[in-house]
Nanobody
Framework: QVQLVESGGGLVQPGGFLRLSCAASGFDFGRSSMSWFRQAGPDRELVATIVSDGFNSEYADYVKGRFTISRDNDKNILYLQMNSLKPEDTAVYYC????????WGQGTAVTVSS
């Protein structure tokens, strides 16, 4: 069965950094484009996407230059390196395919506050 388990969130001061992980199982991770999403209010928004081989990625304008998405297809893990964090990055972060085709995991909460 498909499972997405996000981890790595926490409380960090503005300007700080975190690395999120998403452990994936139950589907062909190595052949799937993957994305990170976040939800701070009623809507879940797309943050970053990486293609299956990891050679191309795209970012929402509000995280460009600060966040980096990457993946380890041998370990079936998706990462999100978040640098220069801002209070507005506070949200619950989730991973999924870009079309949200998998059951959502529980997410990992990121709080950016002094």
């Amino acid at each position: 069965q498909v499972q997405l388990v996000e981890s790595g969130g926490g409380l960090v001061q503005p300007g700080g950094f975190l690395r999120l992980s998403c452990a994936a199982s139950g589907f062909d991770f190595g052949r799937s484009s993957m994305s990170w999403f976040r939800q701070a209010g009623p809507d879940r928004e797309l943050v970053a996407t990486i293609v299956s081989d990891g050679f191309n990625s795209e970012y929402a304008d509000y995280v460009k230059g600060r966040f980096t998405i990457s993946r380890d297809n041998d370990k079936n893990i998706l990462y999100l390196q978040m640098n220069s964090l801002k209070p507005e990055d506070t949200a619950v972060y989730y991973c999924n395919t870009p079309w949200s085709t998998l059951d959502w995991g529980q997410g990992t909460a990121v709080t950016v506050s002094s």
